[in-house]
């Protein structure tokens, strides 16, 4: 059974700082891993997919990676703003439904 | 287009009525998902549709959930006989039917049982 852990759990920073969430998952066989925002009483917003062939992908100031041998994925956000501040959550996919890890909820601080 | 809705945004009900939530899939979109977000539990897997073939329904936690899916469009998830336990936002997605596609959220549904 696939299990998604996401540290850490919360995250501040200042604002204009990068930084890096970290995903990883325990079964390598996923078909995509996707990276989601949640602002808070949201649903939830895809930021990013990478497909299980690719090693990453980039919208903007975020570039999420994907290594599905050491079973991690990471998203990296450039120059961190305020609005940036969210509950950001990945979720692997099988072949249809995804696993969700339980969140990194960011703030950055003007 | 319009992004996948849900309705009620938001029910209050009483321990053992039953309740419905309806999700409208992105237009054209084939694959439908229920997911439910709780505090405890984080986002779980409800139920799968995918075209005219059977559900998967192997992620509704008591046989008092049930899903229907109409004309391979709209949804409703019905929760018999609520309990405080099933307090939780509901979250709706579609999807194109190619494997494992991205998969499109709604603004969910939060329901409080009393």
């Known amino acids: 059974k696939q299990e998604v852990t996401q540290i850490p759990a919360a995250l501040s920073v200042p604002e204009g700082e990068n930084l890096v969430l970290n995903c990883s998952f325990t079964?390598?066989?996923?078909?995509?891993l996707q990276w989601f925002r949640q602002d808070p009483g949201k649903g939830l917003t895809s930021l990013l997919l990478?497909?299980?062939?690719?090693r990453e992908q980039t919208s903007g100031r975020l570039n999420a990676s994907l290594d599905k041998s050491s079973g991690r994925s990471t998203l990296y956000i450039a120059a961190s703003q305020p609005g940036d501040s969210a509950t950001y959550l990945c979720a692997g996919a099988g072949s249809y439904q995804l696993t969700f890890g339980k969140g990194t909820k960011l703030s950055v601080i003007p | 287009g319009a992004g996948v809705s849900q309705s009620p945004s938001n029910k209050v009900t009483e321990k053992g009525k039953d309740v419905e939530l309806r999700c409208d899939p992105i237009?054209?979109?084939?694959?439908l998902y229920w997911y439910r977000q709780s505090l405890g539990q984080g986002l779980e897997f409800l139920i799968y549709?995918?075209?005219?073939?059977?559900?998967?329904k192997s992620g509704l936690p008591s046989d008092r959930f049930s899903a229907e899916r109409t004309g391979g469009s709209v949804s409703t998830l019905t929760i018999q006989r609520t309990q405080q336990e099933d307090s939780a936002v509901y979250l709706c997605?579609?999807?194109?039917?190619?494997?494992?596609?991205?998969?499109?959220f709604g603004p969910g549904t939060r329901l409080t049982v009393l």
């Open positions: 237009s054209g979109h084939t694959a």
């Open positions: 997605a579609s999807s194109w039917p190619t494997g494992a596609a991205e998969q499109f």
């Open positions: 079964d390598s066989a996923i078909y995509n």
């Open positions: 549709f995918q075209g005219n073939s059977a559900p998967d």
């Open positions: 990478i497909q299980s062939s690719q």
